[in-house]
Every structure is written in structure tokens, then in C-alpha cells.
């Protein structure tokens, strides 16, 4: 894993974080607004949700019996049983694959290893380690090479991208992120 120097020590405290009701009743609230978000160098884009149908406990079990091994959040689940896939923007900029798309999207060699691939954010895949850990979520920059870890929960990295509006987040204040 490649080493990024970035501070999520925002989302560090859990008792202040959203709850995946507060979550499913923010992602309903922006859709029927369609906010303006800002996407850094002076660019504005009307911020379009998209929910999919929901999976049932029922498939969404089968579905990890053919994995074994893959332990998902709470958080997640119940945003799965919501919407099993959510598209952001217009043309899907930002989206949270369906639960079918993370493994038949996941690269092999990281989906042998427990990480799902669970989002896609501009040119960024973000992966899930699927183990019952708490700081759970990496990213591979323009979906090549390493996962880095981005120190954070699966709550706290979507919490996070809806205040930054979607955008790369995980590395502001980096020699690699030119906000302007």
C-alpha cells in the first residue's frame, strides 16, 4: 500500500457521525433539492441522485454466502437494503456500485484478499476491506496500481464526500491535489 500523508482526524469521532438513517434521510433531502456543489477550480454541477431498487436481507445474504469471508458494515448494509446503488451528478461522477457490481467490478487480485470495490468518486476506485474493521476504506488512484488506506469507516467516508461534494477529499493538503 502506497503511503499518502492525509488528516481525517474530522471523522474520527464516531459518537458525532450519521447514522445510516440520518444518511438515507440526507442522500432523499439532496435529491429533491438538487443542490449546486462546488468541484474546486471554479466549476458548479447541480448535485442529481439516483437510487436503484433495494436488495433484501434475504438476497443480500446470498449474494455473501458465494463470498465467504466478506464481513460488511452495518452502515452499509442498510444503505444497500435503501438503494443497492447510488449514482451522483448528471453523468455519474460519483457513485456507490450495486452490491453485484462491487464483486464483478473488484480487480481479482484484491477481491482475493477481502477488498471490495465499493465506489466509484471522479477517477478514483474506493475499496472496502470487508473484514469487520473499523477503519475499513482505501482508495486506488484512477483505479491503477496500490490501495491507499484512508484511515476512515465506510460512515465516515460518506459522510465525507457529502461535504466535500464528492470531491478528492483523501488528498487535499497533498503535493497531489491542486484545489484551484
Known amino acids: 500500500m502506497s503511503k499518502i500523508e492525509n488528516d481525517t482526524s474530522l471523522f474520527d469521532n464516531i459518537d458525532e457521525m450519521l447514522n445510516s438513517e440520518q444518511i438515507i434521510e440526507v442522500l432523499k433531502t439532496l435529491q429533491k433539492k438538487q443542490p449546486e456543489i462546488y468541484c474546486g477550480k471554479g466549476e458548479f454541477k447541480k448535485l442529481i441522485i439516483e437510487f436503484k431498487n433495494n436488495i433484501s436481507e434475504k438476497e443480500l445474504s446470498d449474494i455473501l454466502k458465494k463470498y465467504k469471508g466478506f464481513v460488511l458494515p452495518q452502515e452499509y448494509r442498510d444503505l444497500l ?12 461522477d460519483a457513485l456507490l456500485l450495486s452490491l453485484e457490481e462491487a464483486f464483478e467490478l473488484s ?3 484484491w477481491l ?7 465506489a466509484r468518486a ?6 472496502m476491506k ?7 476504506i482505501y482508495f486506488s488512484a484512477e483505479g ?4 491507499t488506506p484512508l484511515n476512515m469507516s465506510f460512515t465516515a467516508f460518506l459522510e465525507a464526500s457529502l461535504i466535500s461534494g464528492f470531491s478528492y477529499f483523501w488528498l487535499w493538503g497533498t503535493k497531489d491535489y491542486d484545489l484551484y
Open 81 to 92: 437494503k435503501f438503494s443497492n446503488g447510488i449514482c451522483f451528478f448528471e453523468y455519474g
Open 112 to 118: 482475493e484478499q477481502g477488498y471490495l470495490k465499493i
Open 122 to 127: 471522479n477517477e478514483d476506485d474506493i475499496y
Open 107 to 109: 480487480d481479482e487480485e
Open 130 to 136: 470487508c473484514d469487520d474493521s473499523d477503519r475499513n
Open 144 to 147: 491503477f496500481g496500490e490501495l
